[in-house]
């Protein structure tokens, strides 16, 4: 997978890149500011008071998807109106960007996961005293950084109130200040990182961006009405448009058929008997807009992820009949572990394969060597202070809310590191990374212990545990394609990055005002049925158990981690050694850590058909069939967006296209 690249000059582009010319204009920065609050208002309402849609929780998000479509739309019509050259392929990715800036904000893993947990341990503490939190961690909570009013927090439970009601807003002031500081402290470091990953992933190493496969055909200045006049783009389209559109009329009208071998469909539900009976739930559903994605994904990572989510599967078979499994208690077969390991892994590999790339990066920076602009040295000098000056913040943040320094940095290192690896993944591979089971504080109980960490430290990195829980999310893949999209649309980098930052500021504060308004209107736990009252849950039921029962220094979990670890070393050295090998590493690292529990049986479809019609018809025949994949995704995404629009101005939990 992650070869060693040979040294920067070596590998080096032919060509230099287009002079990139602007896309950051006024009008567009306009056009996406407009629409930041609409989105995360919107993002709110069908995700977490009706939860119809999750559109955050794909690595390709739904709404920006169907957003963009419109604008595209109405900027031919208007251009077409007036006889006048509409927005440019750059101003019309701006505008994307800029929405998927506000999605990555507003979204169900992160902004969303704060809200239901920044209030969740003093209110649980209200309404079950006998469970005694105040007394077991209360003394080391880090107050400032959550909501402890009780007035506040029954108004913004139970509803039929208003975030401005006097005394309200005073006791969420504080803790959103210091956590928006928090998070754009981690945009700078992302922000930093990419900006020095994108020499080497965009020009030497070319990784495909599969995941701006659609916005660019969309917006494509010379391409995009054949896109979009295209026969196989609105096949495709019509196809999953159609599947949606029945499936969402069953709601409303339960006499319409329902498809449901399209959402999760247990094959293993009538699986009774051991040890067959150990393989658990195994839905298989048919996504069309999966199944598009799919089609973009390398065919060797589609097999491995569809292959080692079976080959989990046997694993579980394999450990009943065996009768290893019996101690349930400790885990076995450990897949968080292993997927613990083998994510590391991954990401220390990408990091190793490019050691000479950032030596000589370093080198550009300090002025000991020319870089192949002008401006590489600029960059280079502003992305390593970003990164470390970020990254010593983050540290410094996590001692004051109550870790000792080194847990601090140990916290961190894993986060980041996490972080290269999921934008790696997207980057060459844009498939899902819902890396459940894998978060920096169960590695460091697994590694160290609740007896060594301490009470204080178990409270504090359960105190950050709703940024850690899935990361779909992540900020720092989607800036990883924005750069990728601005090479495409010529879009000026440096106004990008300010952008970025800018964005990402007001996308915090709109998602801030979305989730006060839609709660405190309608309830948390009264009326909102997407609310992440679990989130809060998993935090401190989780600690609460930590901290009564204890969990030592684990070596089991140590074990599993370390073969996680060793199966993703082998298979990467494979990958390297022999061209013809086709097991993946991220895949592996993909199906045992749940991000393949969805997508397995659409990735074994997309595999299978990518796969017959490059050997029966060539690369011609595959490309024929681009716009038609790329038509699944788009059709998918703009029935999937209609309902979410349609169910909540009638009231109803309506049908969504995933989950």
């Given at each position: 997978m992650y070869q060693q690249t040979a040294p920067h000059k070596a590998s080096q582009p032919t060509a230099s890149p287009r002079r990139a010319i602007g896309g950051v204009t006024a009008r567009a920065v306009l056009i996406g500011l407009l629409l930041i609050p609409l989105h995360a208002y919107w993002i709110t309402v069908f995700e977490v008071r009706w939860y119809s849609l999750d559109s955050t929780c794909l690595p390709l998000m739904v709404t920006p998807v169907f957003l963009l479509f419109c604008v595209v739309l109405l900027n031919l019509a208007v251009a077409r109106a007036f006889r006048a050259p509409g927005l440019t392929q750059g101003e019309l990715l701006v505008v994307y960007i800029i929405l998927v800036i506000s999605g990555v904000f507003a979204s169900h893993d992160i902004l969303q996961n704060l809200f239901g947990s920044i209030g969740h341990a003093a209110r649980t503490a209200q309404t079950q005293p006998a469970n005694n939190w105040e007394a077991l961690f209360f003394r080391y909570m880090p107050w400032w950084l959550f909501v402890r009013d009780r007035e506040a927090l029954r108004g913004f439970y139970q509803g039929n109130s208003s975030p401005l009601t006097p005394g309200y807003l005073a006791a969420w002031i504080g803790p959103l200040a210091w956590w928006a500081l928090y998070l754009m402290v981690l945009v700078v470091v992302f922000l930093s990182a990419s900006v020095l990953l994108r020499y080497q992933w965009t020009r030497n190493e070319k990784l495909t961006f599969p995941l701006v496969q659609l916005p660019l055909a969309m917006t494509a200045e010379h391409d995009s009405l054949k896109f979009l006049r295209n026969r196989m783009t609105w096949i495709g389209f019509g196809v999953a448009f159609l599947v949606g559109a029945i499936n969402g009329l069953n709601v409303f009208f339960p006499s319409v058929p329902y498809l449901a071998q399209v959402k999760q469909y247990d094959i293993a539900q009538g699986i009774t008997s051991r040890p067959w009976n150990a393989v658990g739930y195994t839905p298989i559903s048919m996504y069309p807009f999966m199944i598009g994605l799919g089609y973009f994904v390398p065919l060797d990572l589609s097999f491995s992820c569809w292959f080692?989510?079976?080959?989990?599967?046997?694993?579980?078979?394999?450990?009943?009949?065996?009768?290893?499994?019996?101690?349930?208690?400790?885990?076995?077969?450990?897949?968080?572990?292993?997927?613990?390991?083998?994510?590391?892994?991954?990401?220390?590999?990408?990091?190793?394969?490019?050691?000479?790339?950032?030596?000589?990066?370093?080198?550009?920076?300090?002025?000991?060597?020319?870089?192949?602009?002008?401006?590489?040295?600029?960059?280079?000098?502003?992305?390593?202070?970003?990164?470390?000056?970020?990254?010593?913040?983050?540290?410094?943040?996590?001692?004051?809310?109550?870790?000792?320094?080194?847990?601090?940095?140990?916290?961190?290192?894993?986060?980041?590191?996490?972080?290269?690896?999921?934008?790696?993944?997207?980057?060459?591979?844009?498939?899902?990374?819902?890396?459940?089971?894998?978060?920096?504080?169960?590695?460091?109980?697994?590694?160290?212990?609740?007896?060594?960490?301490?009470?204080?430290?178990?409270?504090?990195?359960?105190?950050?545990?709703?940024?850690?829980?899935?990361?779909?999310?992540?900020?720092?893949?989607?800036?990883?394609?924005?750069?990728?999209?601005?090479?495409?649309?010529?879009?000026?980098?440096?106004?990008?990055?300010?952008?970025?930052l800018v964005i990402s500021f007001v996308s915090i504060l709109a998602a801030y005002w979305a989730n006060l308004t839609v709660t405190y209107h309608e309830g948390a736990s009264a009326k909102c049925l997407g609310y992440k009252s679990w989130v809060g849950a998993e935090s401190f039921n989780r600690l609460e158990t930590w901290l009564n029962v204890g969990q030592p220094r684990d070596m089991a979990r140590i074990a599993y981690m370390a073969v996680g670890s060793g199966i993703v070393l082998l298979l990467s050295g494979m990958r390297g050694a022999f061209l013809w090998w086709p097991f993946h590493p991220a895949g592996y690292a993909l199906a045992v850590s749940f991000a393949m529990d969805?997508?397995?049986?659409?990735?074994?479809?997309?595999?299978?058909?990518?796969?017959?019609?490059?050997?029966?018809?060539?690369?011609?025949?595959?490309?024929?069939?681009?716009?038609?994949?790329?038509g699944m995704i788009l059709g998918d995404y703009t029935i999937g967006s209609i309902w979410a629009i349609v169910g909540p101005l009638m009231g109803v939990q309506n049908y969504k296209i995933f989950i």
């Open positions: 080692f989510y079976v080959a989990r599967k046997a694993w579980q078979v394999f450990g009943a009949a065996t009768g290893m499994d019996a101690a349930a208690n400790r885990g076995f077969p450990y897949f968080g572990e292993q997927a613990s390991g083998a994510w590391i892994t991954l990401g220390l590999v990408v990091l190793y394969a490019s050691r000479s790339y950032f030596r000589h990066a370093w080198r550009v920076a300090a002025g000991r060597e020319k870089g192949e602009s002008a401006s590489d040295g600029k960059w280079f000098r502003l992305a390593f202070m970003g990164l470390i000056g970020g990254s010593a913040l983050a540290i410094l943040f996590g001692a004051k809310a109550g870790m000792s320094l080194w847990v601090s940095v140990v916290f961190f290192a894993i986060y980041l590191t996490l972080s290269v690896t999921m934008a790696r993944v997207r980057a060459e591979l844009g498939s899902p990374h819902e890396i459940y089971f894998v978060n920096p504080q169960q590695i460091m109980v697994n590694l160290f212990g609740t007896g060594t960490l301490g009470p204080a430290n178990l409270t504090v990195i359960s105190a950050f545990y709703w940024l850690h829980r899935c990361y779909r999310s992540h900020p720092m893949p989607a800036q990883l394609e924005s750069f990728k999209m601005a090479e495409s649309g010529r879009i000026n980098i440096g106004r990008l990055i300010v952008l970025t969805y997508f397995w049986f659409c990735m074994l479809i997309a595999w299978l058909v990518k796969l017959l019609l490059i050997r029966y018809g060539g690369m011609r025949t595959h490309n024929l069939f681009i716009p038609f994949f790329l």
